[in-house]
């Protein structure tokens, strides 16, 4: 059988001054004129030093109807390899073949406008998706009747909960028809019951329409329950390709690194012009960052952020999930009553002891603006192991099993 | 972004073809698709492409008329508003301060006159000049021709027109002047100011990518770009020595062709071919300038 898609050579370069300048101004395009017409010499080695290849030498081919999960941590190059794919960016060298239409959802609701109403932004962004006005009239009734919206089609998407605005994104994109979909992380919104239908809606595109998926996700329960192939980048490469669930054993081992305690430079920090990070930590109370955590130790998770918003009403929430994907804990503070003031900030949070039980964990931060709007989330940030803290005697050395493992009180009466 | 995307037509038709009896019957084509592989030099513009996506460029014209107007309390007349006031004002200034000659046309029905396809041309290059940089977040996120959007900011202009015209013709009952037959031209010389302000627009949005200083350097230019224009003086108060130049400005020769139209003058022929004519090369020359720059778009903006 021939590939639907065909990956060769793929390598997409960014340079990093342009990455992190997102726009230039006429002066310093003009000034950047003089000085390479002066300094050749100078020019070619300082190009050398501020580009990284977000993707090198990717290779590889998708089948018809073949359902892949890209996993890798951040910045391994899975977002750039997803826009090269929908057309979005252009790869610096190498080529893909597509032999099939491709729809890309790499945000749910691209487009959407908050003043229209919920009818008016199906057809947007039904437009917007590639779709052709009468495919969407032919397929309103089943939107609607996905996203659960009747009795708020006229009402602008401004006044929506954020779960009704997903689920009119996430049912517009779903009824997308190309041959290849390729979706990017879009089931970190919403609540879990609608993660459990949207994982159905694209089980259902691939196996009863038999059309060929592309599934980035940072949830390995979701890779492992809906695809039969992984594939995994690591820094720019590809360094695992093959069934999906040994692509998630070798993710959860020596795939991703342990990171317990994270620094950046000042060229290197994740973030944005609203808050920039430089360092984050997890280590137990009254070790030292590195030191073993143990389920019976208090756990200190830390972050240092720099807040670009003047008395911002800045939130710092901590995502916990196991290995299995499992989303275990949601935590997080305000952290000033009234505005957080511009600058360099620390934010620490105390995790009781005896509650974790004995397993890899992985923290992904959020930094919320009014409780509302996210201003920045870094997925994985800080991975780490818990182990097990009870001396037990006797018969297990294993790891319990179970999510939670708190630390209960016990007694046995006799009774009548 | 398909600078490099070639699509095979036959390929395409089998695609579309198996695509009406979904399922798994999906027929592999023989050459595929579309080949992404990086671009160099100038790219041709896929016209084709661009007429796939020809809903998408109606649905968000639609959206910036309906979004336009949202929660103002005075909602459209803000279209009449914007050149009814400065006629106001440049009548006050010009033709009884100044006395500025107009072609023994009222000065207010003068001024309106001219202000009317102004008012459209400056607002849609003024749109679509941020165009690009207001819709980032769809340039990151999905694949489509980039052009629709600056494209589209002009289009949602042209109901504003509309009702401005309204308004002029409104003005010329009460100046008794009478509708022509001259008017017929109306149509064409829409649509030649819409190619106008696509053209500049698109070249201006693309730049803005890049560098922001369009942002400030464009309501700068549009209102020097105003006196450059016969709209509060007739081009025959140029001298006939000088004229020549003001016809290098393809907006001029249309202006005076509006006034032509409205108030059933003669038209002057060879300045409206000389508009036309640099009306297209300005088109033509954005569209390549556009397809260059656009496969940065999505790193830069």
Redesign the interface.
Known sequence: M?P?I?VENLSKQ?SIG??KE?????RE?LSNTVRRSTDVFRRTKKEAENSFFALKDVNFEVM??EVVGIIGRNGAGKSTLL????????????????????G?L??VG??F?P??TGR?NI??NG???????TEIAKKFDEIVDFAEIEDFLDTPVKRYSSGMYTRLAFAVAANL?P?VLVVDEVLAVGDAEFQKKCLGKMKDVSV????TVLFVSHNMAAVKSICQRGIMLKKGELTFDGKANEAVDFYMQGGSDLASFQEWNSEQMPGNDSIKIRRAAVYAAEKSVGEPILTNDEIIVEIEFYNNIDRGNIDVTWNLMNVQGIHVAHIGTVCAQDGLARGWHKTTGIFPSNILNAERYGFSVSFGRNQREIVLHVDDILVFDIDDGIQRSGSSFHKLPGVIHPLCSWKTNATI | ?????KENPS?VNA?VST?QN?????Q??EK????????RGWIPIDLKDLWQ?R??L???TM?DI??RY??TALGALWAVIQPLFTMLIFTLFFGRLAGMPSDGIPYPLFAYAGLLPWTFFSNAVTNSGNSLVG?S????????PRMIIPMASVGSGLLDFVIAFGLLVVLMFYYGVGLSINLLMLPVLVFLTSILATGVGMWMSALN?????IRYALPFLIQLGMFATPIIYPSSLVPDKWRWLMWLNPLSGQIEAYRSAFFGKPFDWLALGISAFLTVAIIVYAAFMFKRME?SF????
Do not use: C, W
């Open positions: 021939k639907i065909k960014y342009g990455k997102p726009y230039s101004t006429f395009s018809p109807g826009k090269i794919l929908s057309r979005i960016t252009e790869p610096t060298s190498g080529k893909i073949e597509l032999y099939g239409r491709v890309s790499l945000e691209t487009g406008h003043e229209l008016e057809y947007l437009a917007i998706l590639g779709m052709r006005q028809e041959e009863q329409e038999g059309r | 972004m398909n600078l490099t995307a390929a695609a695509l979904p399922a798994n019957s999906y592999l084509p595929p698709l579309v080949v992404i592989e990086p671009s996506y809903d998408l109606y649905i968000l959206r309906r979004v949202k929660q819709n977040n769809l340039i990151t996120k999905v694949y489509f990518v890049k560098y922001r200083d496969k999505a790193d830069l903006i």
